[in-house]
């Protein structure tokens, strides 16, 4: 089936004259579908990627619970503006949340949000600021769900833990012959650790809460209106019972680095204090009041474990000869490793600044 006889089997309004390819993400394919009918919206349509998410349909169960009650909040705070400010489902024409085509693969339609910006990195401070208040609006909104309420669509996704036995896995496995070019990356994982373990031991404790997570915040996953204020969270593919360091980790990871997530030049990676306290000010201002005092003392460390797991899962990914992330030439996913253990070892240079900015805004 092409893409227009895809699109043809969700209930759309209006015409569809083309179907342009819609840039974004390492994992799903999106395709903004333009509508030539006036007054009627564009749409966006994505192949889930399904050797990634193994049940796309409570996926999308997940997606319909967490749309539906960030719309219902929506409307009460901004009944002019609940399209704009959440994610709006377009059912397939049987109903369905979802389509599922002939090969296999698994499509779904969202409602086009207009004048849109995206960031995928800034230095600016006041976007910083934005981008995390809308992050933690989204989590504070989803305070009043049961972690039980969402399936789990992928099982120890930021389990660092398992992170780590996946790596030991893949370096005994060395399938893509790799190992002897990444000594001394596996030489620091290795010396990190114990204390990136921290997280996971808080939360085996029963320390922090389990709650409904974004888990993939990173800032790109924010729409901000032209005026660049925050406009609505995206990329629901991941919700599923998380802790709420996950959401803040991986906004620190992408929002504060001085260069790209896969910067080949490493003197460009650094993690910006600027940046981080306007981000954890702004994350803070909308959850303060219902994170526990544990939860919040968390977040430091959370601001250093995002970049090196996501480290492991790119080295991972590496020795494991580019299986998961989609790569743009062999080494992409080294050189993405390398990126994030740099932003690692800022971050760790400066967390003891890190410790009183948290703690003051605490
Ligand atoms: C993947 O596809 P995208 O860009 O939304 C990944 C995230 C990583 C991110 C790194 C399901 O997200 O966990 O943090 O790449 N998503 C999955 O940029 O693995
Ligand atoms: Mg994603």
New binding site residues.
């Given amino acids: 089936m092409n893409i227009e006889e895809i699109a043809g089997k969700f209930a759309t309004e209006g015409s569809i004259d083309k179907a342009k390819d819609h840039a974004g993400?390492?994992?799903?394919d999106s395709y903004r579908l333009v509508n030539n009918t006036p007054g009627h919206p564009d749409y966006l349509l994505q192949r889930v990627n399904h050797f990634?998410?193994k049940d796309v349909p409570l996926l999308m169960q997940n997606m319909v619970l967490v749309t539906d009650h960030v719309k219902a909040k929506t409307r009460i705070n901004y009944p002019d503006e609940v399209d704009r400010r959440s994610l709006t489902i377009i059912p397939a024409t049987d109903g369905k949340s979802y389509f599922k085509d002939p090969d296999g693969n698994f499509w779904r339609v969202l409602r086009f949000i207009e004048d849109h910006l995206v960031f995928e990195s800034t230095t600016d401070p006041d976007i910083a600021y934005e981008g995390a208040k809308t992050f933690g609006a989204f989590t504070a909104m989803l305070n009043d769900l049961q972690a039980g309420e969402v399936g789990t669509v992928?099982p120890d996704f930021h389990n660092m833990k398992y992170r780590l036995t996946q790596l030991k896995d893949s370096i005994r496995k060395d399938v893509a012959g790799r190992l002897k070019e990444v000594k001394k990356e596996i030489e620091y994982v290795e010396s990190r650790s114990r204390m990136m373990l921290t997280i996971h031991e808080l939360g085996e404790k029963g320390a922090i809460p389990l709650r409904v997570t974004h888990?993939?915040t990173?800032i790109s996953?924010v729409l901000f209106d032209t005026d660049k204020k925050g406009l609505c969270v995206i990329?629901l593919?991941?919700i599923q019972p998380g802790y709420v360091t996950s959401d803040f980790g991986?906004g620190i990871r992408t929002l504060t680095n001085t260069g790209e997530?896969d910067d080949a030049n490493l003197d460009r990676v650094s993690m910006n204090l600027e940046l981080y306290e306007a981000f954890a000010n702004g994350f803070l201002d909308s959850t303060r009041d219902i994170l526990s005092s544990t939860e919040k003392d968390a977040l430091v460390y959370a601001g250093l474990l995002f970049p090196y797991m996501?480290a492991v899962?790119f080295l991972v990914d590496y020795l494991d000869g580019d299986t998961?992330?989609k790569v743009k030439h062999p080494e992409h996913n080294l050189v993405r490793t390398r990126a994030q253990l740099k932003l690692t070892q800022d971050g760790e240079s400066q967390m003891e600044d890190m410790k009183r900015i948290i703690k003051n805004l605490s």
């Fill in positions: 993400g390492h994992i799903n990634v998410f992928i888990n993939d990173k996953n990329d593919d991941t991986d997530e996501q899962r998961y992330y």
